[in-house]
């Protein structure tokens, strides 16, 4: 008798969260310690100028965030998920060692009386190679995590397609509640005992939660591997291409497709939809021809394609707020270094400051879940309250809120720094573009990987899950070109023939101008991402869940 069949309780219990919560949790202690700290330890002990540090970190952060990619490539077509994970997982504790070996031996690091070029030779090699480690192996994790967790929940069920939304919700709960571990305590420790300590404690979070993923081995529920995604997008296209001169019949129904008879019980079939018209050459099935690849698609296969490429607007679109993201986790804690960091006669790392918002989102999302879902389920009749992409906008419209407010605190604090430098504002101003920035992320992080696990083909759900990493990746790599490109333009135009944020001095920049030009950059973007979201075509379109989608 299997497992699964003599304890059901705690398989379901197991299987459905043991992923999401144990890993989640402990996995980014360190890596979201890291994510906000990490440029401090650039900036003091890898003596790197303060723009360096910053576009070290975005570069760090964005490779870790595209290289999901490879982990949810990897998930869906050669290994399952939780092999996935334990190897990559191998790579991410490798690279936190090396960091925390670095960090300790001052043999490794430049010395503390260095001015220029400091990170060279042995010492740079060890630096990159660490990040890099670290980069692939908690990329890989992250393209694999969340798809493993989901893959325990039945779509086709509408109980299990109900619990899947949930599903999202709280593994955001249990990312968050280890980033609030990770950027309090595990901070605390690195700022004010030492470095070393905080990656060390990093690392062993990271190796535990491993270990306990492992142990789930028996519980889980597996999805059988598939074919190259990749390989399938491309035969579309070839085929297409190749059938460019044939005329499409007048009826759908004419287009290839295989009986439901001889379809795997994995694979589902998607209805023929309109748009995109010109792919729908490559299920012509010319006379004569056999139905063989590279010679005729499925419709099926067809709208898979057509899936991805009406998802490639809404993964754009949100490029901008994760860019918005990035600026804050790094001026915002050089803005801390120029402020009161004692709150409540206790001294606050500036680097901690984000433990306000996490604390805020570990109550907020289960009233999200709990009251604000079944509230909205009424009026809607939705099954998550309110749809994904109409949770993606109400993240974007947040984004641009907490912009405006990040440059309105900027000038109170430049003000008062410059009016009186011995007295300056409390760190607990920032806690404002925080917070609205973190409700901001807790409602499009979630939508985005919701929306494309759901519409994603049956052999890509990791790797479209991946698609809400890779608009983070591209928001911190555009992040750098932003730094860069600001201070090049302002430099020129500027009386003072100074960049907005050039030099390490915050109190002589103009950071409140460019988080308002990101504000209205923001504005814009969300309108664009309004008529995205009105041209998508969800793929069930006959489903009842849909058609409430597609009036929205």
């Not at 694979?267 to 748009?275: G, I, L, M, R």
């Amino acid at each position: 008798m299997s497992l699964r069949s003599r304890f059901p309780h705690l398989y379901n219990m197991l299987s459905k969260r043991l992923s999401e919560t144990v890993l989640g949790v402990l996995e980014n202690i360190g890596f979201v310690a890291n994510m906000v700290s990490m440029v401090l330890y650039f900036f003091f002990m890898m003596k790197l100028h303060m723009p360096t540090s910053s576009n070290t970190l975005t570069n760090f952060l964005g490779s870790t965030c595209l290289l999901t990619l490879l982990g949810g490539f990897i998930s869906d077509t050669y290994l399952n998920r939780l092999y996935t994970i334990l190897i990559f997982g191998s790579l991410e504790v490798i690279g936190l060692s090396l960091l925390t070996i670095q960090a300790y031996s001052k043999d490794l690091r430049p010395d503390l009386t260095c001015q220029k070029d400091c990170v060279k030779g042995g010492i740079a090699l060890m630096f990159y190679g660490s990040l890099s480690l670290l980069a692939i192996g908690a990329g890989g994790v992250k393209g694999a995590l969340p798809a493993l967790g989901a893959d325990q929940f039945d779509s086709k069920d509408p109980k299990g397609a109900k619990q899947l939304g949930t599903y999202f919700n709280w593994y955001m709960l249990s990312t968050t509640f280890g980033a609030a571990i990770g950027v309090s305590f595990v901070v605390w420790v690195s700022m004010n005992e030492a470095w070393y300590w905080g990656f060390f404690m990093g690392t062993m979070g990271a190796i535990i939660g491993f270990i306990a993923i492992a142990l789930g081995k028996p519980f889980y529920r597996y999805v059988p591997l598939g074919s190259s995604p990749l390989l399938r997008v491309v035969q579309v296209i070839v085929v297409a291409v190749k059938n460019r001169r044939l005329s499409l019949p007048e009826d759908s129904d004419e287009l290839f497709e295989i009986n439901d008879k001889v379809r795997d019980q994995y694979d589902e079939k998607v209805s023929h939809t309109n748009q995109l018209s010109s792919l729908d050459k490559a299920a012509i099935l010319p006379q004569g021809t056999s139905p063989e690849p590279w010679k005729v698609c499925t419709v099926t296969q067809v709208e898979e394609v057509k899936v991805l490429t009406r998802m490639l607007p809404i993964l754009a679109s949100t490029i901008i707020m994760n860019t918005c993201l990035a600026q804050l986790q790094t001026f915002s804690v050089h803005q801390g270094i120029f402020m009161d960091p004692y709150i409540f006669d206790k001294k606050f790392p500036s680097a901690s400051i984000p433990v306000i918002p996490l604390v805020f989102m570990i109550f907020l999302i289960p009233i999200y879940e709990f009251l604000v879902v079944p509230f909205a389920r009424k009026i809607t009749g939705h099954q998550s309250g309110i749809t994904q992409l109409q949770r993606v906008g109400v993240g974007l419209v947040l984004s641009i809120v907490s912009m405006s407010v990040a440059g309105i605190v900027e000038v109170k604090r430049r003000d008062q720094a410059i009016k009186d430098p011995f007295k300056p504002i409390s760190l607990f101003w920032l806690s404002f573009q925080y917070g609205i920035f973190g409700l901001a992320d807790m409602f499009t992080i979630v939508g985005l990987m919701e929306f494309f696990y759901k519409e994603a083909p049956a052999g890509m759900k990791s790797l479209a899950t991946s698609f809400a990493w890779l608009s983070l990746s591209f928001g911190y790599f555009l992040s750098a070109a932003f730094v860069d490109i600001i201070n090049s333009v302002t430099g020129k135009i500027a009386p003072s023939k100074k960049g907005w944020i050039e030099g390490d001095n915050l109190n002589a920049n103009n950071l409140n101008l460019f988080y308002w030009f990101l504000a209205v950059l923001s504005t814009l973007n969300f309108i664009a991402y309004l008529f995205c979201a009105s041209w998508y075509k969800y793929k069930e379109e006959d489903t009842t869940e849909s058609k409430t989608e597609t009036k929205t």
